[in-house]
């Protein structure tokens, strides 16, 4: 198992990846859409959460070919490997989410993303296909000592605004949270997972061809139904539909901890034997919770429901070699909040990790 740190696109800076270097990390999973920073602190909720993660720019020059390989160029030159890319931009394929008229295009478009990522030896693409998005998360001083992390505590749930998609802004001349145009009308289960199944049919051939694991994300919150559209994989069940719909090794998971353990009526270390065993996780998000939905929140790695020791150990036992990253974690009250919280994350993994490996 390798360790790695996921970075949001605000922190993604030649500084960042050293620290990440020298906290331990050899691989990098790069998260380009949203915007996730506050100053000089990270967060992962939103400062206006009635405009999601932000404004989505459909001609970002980083999803270019030359612009991926510039990224990989600049992770390499400070010693670390990039794994895998990390969601869509919602601009390239909100149609694709809402089977709207430009949902062609937009998948033709997708389609080349995934085979200049090949061409780059990238190795991964993780993805969350949802209309609602993460939505709904609170920040506060809900972990241990009052750190600030994150949390959901049963909103209520308005409609989603027309020219948004995946908590994302994609149309500005559309969007106004204060006076919406319209919302995305309700999206049924049967609906969802037809779209989903379409969008696998198409793209499954092309990342085989390219080399590049398609890895899927699970609803998180894990609800059946957000904002009125219905969710993907909110039991660790619901993954296998998933891995069936496509045999593919190429169709495979992105198996976060955290969201697994949020689950109603789920057994996170039965999941995570389950599809280790069967060698389709492409790679893990490491977080803690405490709760599940509709009511948790997010605590230290060492802290929470879960036993990470355990979960690693039952990734170790099926040969998982895959990279482990913290995904998000608790700010640590100091000049570095950010910064402090992953260098104990990773300081907490790389010790876990050897412990295990040495038997």
């Given at each position: 198992?390798?360790?790695?740190?996921?970075?949001?696109?605000?922190?993604?800076?030649?500084?960042?990846?050293?620290?990440?270097?020298?906290?331990?990390?050899?691989?990098?999973?790069?998260?380009?859409?949203?915007?996730?920073?506050?100053?000089?602190?990270?967060?992962?909720?939103?400062?206006?959460?009635?405009?999601?993660?932000?404004?989505?720019?459909?001609?970002?020059?980083?999803?270019?070919?030359?612009?991926?390989?510039?990224?990989?160029?600049?992770?390499?030159?400070?010693?670390?490997?990039?794994?895998?890319?990390?969601?869509?931009?919602?601009?390239?394929?909100?149609?694709?989410?809402?089977?709207?008229?430009?949902?062609?295009?937009?998948?033709?478009?997708?389609?080349?993303?995934?085979?200049?990522?090949?061409?780059?030896?990238?190795?991964?693409?993780?993805?969350?296909?949802?209309?609602?998005?993460?939505?709904?998360?609170?920040?506060?001083?809900?972990?241990?000592?009052?750190?600030?992390?994150?949390?959901?505590?049963?909103?209520?749930?308005?409609?989603?605004?027309?020219?948004?998609?995946?908590?994302?802004?994609?149309?500005?001349?559309?969007?106004?949270?204060?006076?919406?145009?319209?919302?995305?009308?309700?999206?049924?289960?049967?609906?969802?997972?037809?779209?989903?199944?379409?969008?696998?049919?198409?793209?499954?051939?092309?990342?085989?061809?390219?080399?590049?694991?398609?890895?899927?994300?699970?609803?998180?919150?894990?609800?059946?139904?957000?904002?009125?559209?219905?969710?993907?994989?909110?039991?660790?069940?619901?993954?296998?539909?998933?891995?069936?719909?496509?045999?593919?090794?190429?169709?495979?998971?992105?198996?976060?901890?955290?969201?697994?353990?949020?689950?109603?009526?789920?057994?996170?270390?039965?999941?995570?034997?389950?599809?280790?065993?069967?060698?389709?996780?492409?790679?893990?998000?490491?977080?803690?919770?405490?709760?599940?939905?509709?009511?948790?929140?997010?605590?230290?790695?060492?802290?929470?429901?879960?036993?990470?020791?355990?979960?690693?150990?039952?990734?170790?036992?099926?040969?998982?070699?895959?990279?482990?990253?913290?995904?998000?974690?608790?700010?640590?009250?100091?000049?570095?909040?950010?910064?402090?919280?992953m260098a104990y994350a990773l300081g907490w993994l790389r010790a876990a990790l050897t412990v295990i490996e040495r038997g």
């Amino acid at each position: 198992m390798r360790l790695g740190l996921g970075l949001y696109r605000a922190v993604l800076t030649r500084e960042t990846l050293r620290f990440a270097r020298q906290a331990g990390a050899t691989h990098i999973v790069v998260h380009l859409p949203g915007q996730f920073a506050r100053g000089q602190s990270k967060i992962i909720t939103a400062d206006q959460a009635n405009r999601g993660f932000g404004i989505s720019e459909a001609d970002d020059p980083i999803w270019t070919s030359e612009g991926l390989r510039d990224l990989k160029a600049m992770i390499n030159a400070e010693g670390l490997t990039l794994e895998a890319l990390e969601n869509f931009a919602p601009a390239h394929w909100y149609d694709v989410l809402l089977d709207g008229p430009r949902r062609a295009e937009q998948m033709e478009h997708l389609k080349r993303i995934l085979r200049d990522v090949g061409k780059l030896g990238i190795r991964t693409v993780g993805y969350n296909f949802s209309v609602a998005g993460v939505w709904g998360r609170t920040e506060g001083p809900f972990a241990r000592g009052g750190a600030r992390s994150v949390g959901f505590q049963d909103p209520a749930q308005p409609p989603i605004p027309a020219g948004m998609v995946w908590n994302m802004v994609y149309d500005p001349d559309r969007f106004d949270p204060d006076n919406p145009r319209g919302t995305v009308g309700p999206v049924g289960r049967e609906e969802i997972w037809r779209r989903f199944a379409l969008f696998l049919r198409e793209m499954m051939p092309v990342a085989e061809d390219a080399g590049v694991k398609l890895a899927l994300h699970p609803d998180d919150p894990p609800l059946p139904e957000l904002r009125g559209a219905a969710r993907l994989v909110y039991h660790p069940d619901h993954f296998q539909h998933v891995l069936d719909l496509q045999a593919s090794p190429m169709n495979a998971i992105e198996f976060c901890v955290g969201t697994v353990s949020e689950m109603a009526g789920a057994d996170v270390y039965a999941a995570v034997d389950r599809y280790s065993r069967a060698g389709r996780i492409a790679y893990v998000h490491l977080r803690n919770v405490r709760g599940k939905v509709p009511h948790y929140h997010e605590t230290f790695v060492d802290d929470g429901d879960t036993d990470m020791l355990r979960v690693l150990k039952i990734l170790h036992g099926n040969g998982f070699d895959g990279v482990i990253i913290p995904d998000h974690t608790p700010l640590l009250t100091c000049d570095a909040p950010w910064h402090a919280g992953m260098a104990y994350a990773l300081g907490w993994l790389r010790a876990a990790l050897t412990v295990i490996e040495r038997g």
